[in-house]
């Protein structure tokens, strides 16, 4: 095997070619009007078509073991589906990474008869409709939000969702409420076919001990789906808030009981380079557009725009940072392939930089662009919205993910020459908790 190799093996060829074709297509003319639909359920359902296609195509579910009927795609071949689909439409891609966020933590933390339970149906619907939602994020407020869940307070702080044990009956009692949870509510409402659920466990102790995972089926009475977030960007996805009554479970729905801190850490390392190609397919895209608009516009002028050295300059920049940035995501998938999607520096890393360089770079394209960049039949603008999403979704960059990288700097076992080496970095209970002031305590602790 060649050590190192950018080139597409031939399968990877044809994985690329089906989802440009599928996006372009299928996908491409539903964007516009989706995206302009005053009502984000209308939007959702709108391209309900165009996701029962990509179901069809093994996009939906291809992360999952073939043990369990899923494609059983590595985390680079993954990165070819994912650019092809962000470079059309961002928002449609999350449906199918949420999937993933909400299935591969039963992949790594569940046993044996719950993976037979929930990972075979979800690869084997004949109306290719099957949904996951991946329910962690909590609403705003003091105490709220989300950033701090494996923190060391205890309720009313962190995680606010509680399940009680109601071991007489053998269920566990859910009360509380979910806020951005994407395909959550399901194409009707009436909820995903699963929902994987970050509840507290124990009331009173740390983020660290007190969470666990439970599986919410379609249909569970004591839970309501509020109609979706109204959106800034990626306004095709579904964003849910979700109420819990009373809700009643089997005990036998539940994994990962007091480790719900390592399954959300897991996820949302996953999805980090997944997030940081999807930033390089949006990014592609408006440096293809500002390219294209450069070499045939004036601007008044007598020669197009790209002849003038500053607009040729910042053209370059973009493909440079669009380069850069997909060579990052697919250092960081293959990192996950090694190591078992345990990449919790990296795979933040490619998360963030991507990110945060994708903003950047649709500005430059549309300074390149001009004032016709603000023109709403124009792309950019919404490439602009698109792009404000990826440092706040996906587990926000400040907030969640930057904590990650810095908790496994700051082990005093870490080697720093780990990552250009593909070689492991612990994470876990063990390591600092991913909360600043822990990574604080930790540095003194050396020092
Ligand atoms: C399109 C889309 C899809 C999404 N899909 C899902 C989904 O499927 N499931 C789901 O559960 N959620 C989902 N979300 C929510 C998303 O994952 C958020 O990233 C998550 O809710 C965390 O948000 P936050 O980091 O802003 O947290 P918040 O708790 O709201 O934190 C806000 C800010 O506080 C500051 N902060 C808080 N604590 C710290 C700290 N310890 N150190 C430093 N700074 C701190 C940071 O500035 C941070 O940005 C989605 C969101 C979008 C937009």
Same mark, same amino acid.
């Given at each position: 095997?060649?050590?190192?190799?950018?080139?597409?093996?031939?399968?990877?060829?044809?994985?690329?070619?089906?989802?440009?074709?599928?996006?372009?297509?299928?996908?491409?003319?539903?964007?516009?009007?989706?995206?302009?639909?005053?009502?984000?359920?209308?939007?959702?359902?709108?391209?309900?078509?165009?996701?029962?296609?990509?179901?069809?195509?093994?996009?939906?579910?291809?992360?999952?073991?073939?043990?369990?009927?899923? !494609?059983?795609?590595?985390?680079?071949?993954?990165?070819?589906?994912?650019?092809?689909?962000?470079?059309?439409?961002?928002?449609?891609?999350?449906?199918?990474?949420?999937?993933?966020?909400?299935?591969?933590?039963?992949?790594?933390?569940?046993?044996?008869?719950?993976?037979?339970?929930?990972?075979?149906?979800?690869?084997?619907?004949?109306?290719?409709?099957?949904?996951?939602?991946? $329910?962690?994020?909590?609403?705003?407020?003091?105490?709220?939000? @989300?950033?701090?869940?494996?923190?060391?307070?205890?309720?009313?702080?962190?995680?606010?969702?509680?399940?009680?044990?109601?071991?007489? &009956?053998?269920?566990?009692?859910?009360?509380?409420?979910?806020?951005?949870?994407? &395909?959550?509510? !399901?194409?009707?409402?009436?909820?995903?076919?699963?929902?994987?659920?970050?509840?507290?466990? $124990?009331?009173?102790?740390?983020?660290?001990?007190?969470?666990?995972?439970?599986?919410?089926?379609?249909? $569970?009475?004591?839970?309501?789906?509020?109609?979706? =977030?109204?959106?800034?960007? *990626?306004?095709?996805?579904?964003?849910?808030?979700?109420?819990?009554?009373?809700?009643?479970?089997?005990?036998?729905?539940?994994?990962?009981?007091?480790?719900?801190?390592?399954?959300?850490?897991?996820?949302? @390392?996953?999805?980090?380079?997944?997030?940081?190609?999807?930033?390089?397919?949006?990014?592609?895209?408006?440096?293809?557009?500002?390219?294209?608009?450069?070499?045939?516009?004036?601007?008044?002028?007598?020669?197009? =725009?790209?002849?003038?050295?500053?607009?040729?300059?910042?053209?370059?920049? =973009?493909?440079?940072?669009?380069?850069?940035?997909?060579?990052?995501?697919?250092?960081?998938? *293959?990192?996950?392939?090694?190591?078992?999607?345990?990449? *919790?520096? =990296?795979?933040?890393?490619?998360?963030?930089?991507?990110?945060?360089?994708?903003?950047?770079?649709?500005?430059?394209?549309?300074?390149?662009?001009?004032?016709?960049?603000?023109?709403?039949?124009?792309?950019?603008?919404?490439?602009?919205?698109?792009?404000?999403?990826?440092?706040?979704?996906?587990?926000?960059?400040?907030?969640?993910?930057?904590?990650?990288?810095?908790?496994?700097?700051?082990?005093?076992?870490?080697?720093?020459?780990?990552?250009?080496?593909?070689?492991? $970095?612990?994470? !876990?209970?063990?390591?600092?908790?991913?909360?600043?002031?822990?990574?604080?305590?930790?540095?003194?602790?050396?020092?």
């Amino acid at each position: 095997m060649m050590p190192i190799d950018f080139t597409l093996t031939s399968y990877q060829r044809r994985l690329q070619r089906m989802a440009r074709e599928f996006a372009n297509e299928i996908l491409g003319p539903l964007v516009r009007p989706a995206d302009e639909n005053a009502d984000p359920q209308k939007a959702f359902q709108s391209i309900k078509g165009a996701y029962v296609e990509s179901y069809k195509l093994g996009f939906a579910t291809g992360f999952i073991p073939k043990k369990y009927g899923g !494609g059983g795609i590595s985390n680079v071949d993954l990165q070819i589906v994912v650019e092809e689909l962000c470079a059309v439409d961002p928002g449609f891609a999350t449906i199918l990474l949420v999937n993933g966020l909400a299935l591969m933590p039963l992949v790594w933390f569940a046993n044996e008869r719950q993976k037979q339970q929930w990972l075979v149906p979800a690869t084997s619907d004949p109306r290719g409709e099957y949904l996951a939602g991946w $329910t962690v994020s909590e609403a705003a407020g003091t105490p709220g939000g @989300t950033a701090n869940f494996d923190g060391p307070a205890s309720l009313p702080a962190g995680v606010a969702l509680t399940a009680v044990h109601d071991k007489k &009956n053998g269920e566990y009692i859910l009360n509380g409420r979910k806020h951005w949870p994407a &395909n959550a509510g !399901g194409w009707d409402l009436q909820g995903a076919d699963v929902n994987v659920c970050i509840v507290r466990t $124990t009331p009173e102790a740390e983020g660290s001990r007190a969470l666990s995972a439970i599986i919410i089926p379609r249909g $569970t009475p004591g839970v309501t789906y509020e109609p979706p =977030i109204s959106k800034l960007g *990626h306004r095709i996805c579904q964003n849910n808030s979700v109420v819990f009554s009373d809700c009643r479970v089997p005990e036998e729905n539940a994994f990962a009981v007091g480790n719900g801190d390592l399954v959300v850490n897991k996820a949302f @390392t996953w999805s980090g380079p997944v997030a940081a190609i999807a930033s390089v397919g949006v990014a592609r895209s408006a440096y293809e557009y500002a390219l294209s608009w450069s070499k045939k516009y004036t601007g008044g002028g007598d020669k197009p =725009i790209i002849n003038h050295q500053i607009v040729a300059y910042t053209l370059a920049e =973009i493909a440079m940072k669009v380069e850069a940035g997909r060579a990052f995501a697919w250092k960081a998938a *293959h990192y996950h392939d090694l190591h078992d999607a345990n990449g *919790h520096a =990296i795979g933040p890393m490619s998360k963030v930089f991507c990110s945060e360089m994708l903003f950047n770079a649709v500005f430059q394209a549309m300074k390149v662009v001009g004032v016709n960049a603000l023109d709403t039949s124009n792309p950019l603008g919404r490439y602009l919205r698109e792009a404000s999403v990826f440092p706040l979704y996906d587990a926000g960059n400040v907030g969640m993910q930057m904590r990650k990288i810095c908790a496994v700097m700051a082990d005093p076992a870490f080697d720093p020459r780990s990552i250009a080496a593909s070689a492991a $970095t612990p994470f !876990g209970k063990q390591a600092p908790p991913p909360d600043t002031q822990a990574v604080g305590r930790n540095l003194k602790r050396q020092a």
